[in-house]
C-alpha cells in the first residue's frame, strides 16, 4: 500500500462525474496526480448518499449480502412496510431479475470469492484516509474507537458462532459480555446481553463534511467544479465528449461514479449493470453539549437491523433496507421507527429525541448502489480506453472511498493497482 500524499505534474484534463465520497475520492487522487481535474454533480458536493449515512467505517463488513438464509425472509419482505427490510410489491416485478442474480451469487463458491474481494478493499480501507485527512488538516474528523454489534435475544450459541465466523475471516473482534458492554457504554440499555466489540473500525462525526474537507482540499490544489446534469458520454479518437444541457464538454478521460444514478450513463455507453437503489433511512437527533457523551462509537443491533453514530451535536440512527425504486417518494415512517427501536438499545436519548419542532430531528433518504454481488465496480471501462467506472459500493461508499480513489488514480495514470481489480471489472455483468 502506497498512501504517500504528494502532487505531481500531469498536463491531461480528467472529468469526474459524481460528487459523493466515491467521486470526491476520485477527483482529489486525480488532482494530486497532477491531473486538472473537473467534478461534476446535478446538485452539489455531498448532496446524496454522502449526506445522511452512519459515518460508519464499516470494515468488519466483509460477508457478501447475498446470504442464503434471507431466502425465508422474502414474503414477510412482501408483507411488512416497516420491517428492516421492505420490498415494494408495485416495484417487486422490476426487481425480480436483479434478484435472480442476488440470489445466484449465494452460491457457496461466488460467496467466498466475494467475500475475498471485499476483504482486500476494506483491510487498509481507513488507512488510505488517513493522509487525506492530514493533508487537509481534518483529522478529527475520522474516529478510530471501534463499533459495538449488540444482541438482545439472540441465543448465545448463535453469537458464540457469529464471533467465530469474524475470526475466521481475519477480522478483529471481541466477545463481550453484558458487564463488558456497559462497562464500555454505559448508556446501553439493560436488555442488551452481549455484544462483538469490532475494535478496529472507526466512524465520523460529520459525513457530508468528509465530503466537502476532501472536495475543499482538491480544489486548493486546482480541481474545479461544475453543477450539471450530464446526459451522456461518447469517446472520441482524441478523448471524452460530456453532453449536458448546454453544451459539450471535452475531456482527456472521465470517471462514472454516479452511484444509484449509473444505470442510464453506462447503458448508453453499451454496458449492462444490475444496479438496485437500496434506500435507506436515517434520523439525525440534536443533543445539548452534555448529552455528547451518551456514546462513544457506533453501537448496531443485531436484532433491529440499525445502527446509532454518534456525531457532532447529534446522533445518527440509520439503517433499514427498501427496495422501492429510485424515484418514489420517501416513506418518513421509516425513518420514525428507528427512534422507536433505539428505545430498546439505549437507556436514555436526548430530550429532543420525542420534540414536536421538526427542526431538532431531521430525516433523510438515500438511495444506496447495490449490485447483486455486494461488489462495487471499479475499472477501466473494456470497451472505452479513457473511461473508467467507480461506482455501485451498496454499504460500503464510505468506508471504501478513499481505496476507491486511489485505484482509480493508478488505473487512469497506468500504475500497478496496489491490490487486483479484476474482481471489481464490469466485464463480469457483461
Known amino acids: 500500500m502506497n498512501t504517500k ?56 463488513q466483509v460477508f457478501p449480502l447475498a446470504e442464503p438464509s434471507l431466502l425465508m425472509q422474502l414474503p414477510k419482505m412482501l408483507l411488512d412496510p416497516l420491517g428492516p427490510v421492505s420490498l415494494s410489491p408495485r416495484h417487486f416485478i422490476k426487481t425480480i431479475p436483479w434478484f435472480m442474480k442476488f440470489f445466484n451469487n449465494m452460491r457457496s463458491e461466488k460467496r467466498l470469492n466475494n467475500g475475498t ?62 458487564e463488558q458492554t456497559l462497562a464500555l457504554e454505559p448508556s446501553l440499555h439493560d436488555n442488551i446481553k452481549h455484544a462483538l466489540f469490532f475494535n478496529e473500525v472507526g466512524h465520523t462525526v460529520d459525513p457530508l463534511a468528509m465530503c466537502t474537507v476532501l472536495a475543499d482540499y482538491a480544489k486548493n490544489l486546482g480541481m474545479e467544479f461544475k453543477q450539471l446534469s450530464v446526459d451522456g458520454i461518447d469517446q472520441t479518437k482524441s478523448g471524452v465528449v460530456i453532453n449536458t444541457m448546454n453544451e459539450n464538454l471535452y475531456f482527456d478521460h472521465c470517471v462514472v461514479a454516479t452511484g444509484a444514478w449509473s444505470k442510464s450513463l453506462l447503458k448508453g455507453l453499451g454496458y449492462n449493470l444490475p444496479i438496485e437503489a437500496e434506500r435507506g433511512y436515517s434520523l439525525s437527533i440534536s443533543m445539548t453539549e452534555n448529552e455528547q457523551a451518551l456514546l462513544s462509537r457506533p453501537v448496531a443491533s443485531a436484532e433491529r437491523k440499525f445502527i446509532i453514530t454518534p456525531m457532532d451535536n447529534m446522533l445518527r440512527l440509520s439503517g433499514t433496507v427498501e427496495y422501492a425504486g429510485l424515484e418514489t417518494k420517501a416513506n418518513n415512517k421509516r425513518a420514525d421507527m428507528l427512534l422507536k427501536n433505539a428505545e430498546f438499545v439505549l437507556s436514555k436519548l436526548p430530550e429532543q429525541a420525542f420534540s414536536k419542532d421538526e427542526g431538532n430531528n431531521e430525516r433523510w433518504m438515500g438511495p444506496r448502489p447495490s449490485l447483486p454481488d455486494s461488489l462495487p465496480v471499479i475499472c477501466k ?50
Open 381 to 430: 471501462a473494456p470497451q472505452h480506453q479513457n473511461i473508467f467506472f467507480a461506482l455501485g459500493h451498496q454499504h460500503l461508499g464510505l468506508t471504501q472511498g478513499a481505496i476507491t480513489g486511489k485505484l482509480i488514480g493508478q488505473l487512469v495514470s497506468g500504475q500497478e493497482t496496489d491490490i487486483d481489480v479484476t474482481p471489481f471489472c464490469i466485464s463480469r455483468f457483461n
Open 117 to 178: 474481494a471485499i476483504k482486500a478493499l476494506n483491510t487498509q480501507a481507513i488507512e488510505y484516509y488517513k493522509p487525506l485527512l492530514q493533508a487537509a488538516d481534518a483529522q478529527h474528523l475520522l474516529v478510530c474507537n471501534g463499533s459495538l454489534l449488540v444482541f438482545e435475544k439472540t441465543a448465545y450459541k448463535e453469537v458464540i458462532a457469529m464471533h467465530k465466523h469474524y475470526q475466521q475471516a481475519g477480522v478483529a473482534v471481541e466477545l463481550l459480555n453484558k
Open 5 to 60: 500524499v504528494g502532487v505531481s505534474i500531469n498536463t491531461q484534463n480528467v472529468a469526474v462525474i459524481g460528487a459523493g465520497i466515491v467521486g470526491v475520492n476520485c477527483a482529489l487522487a486525480l488532482q494530486m496526480q497532477g491531473y486538472q481535474v473537473t467534478l461534476i454533480d446535478r446538485e452539489g458536493i455531498g448532496a446524496g448518499c454522502s449526506k445522511g449515512n452512519a459515518g460508519h467505517f464499516a470494515t468488519e
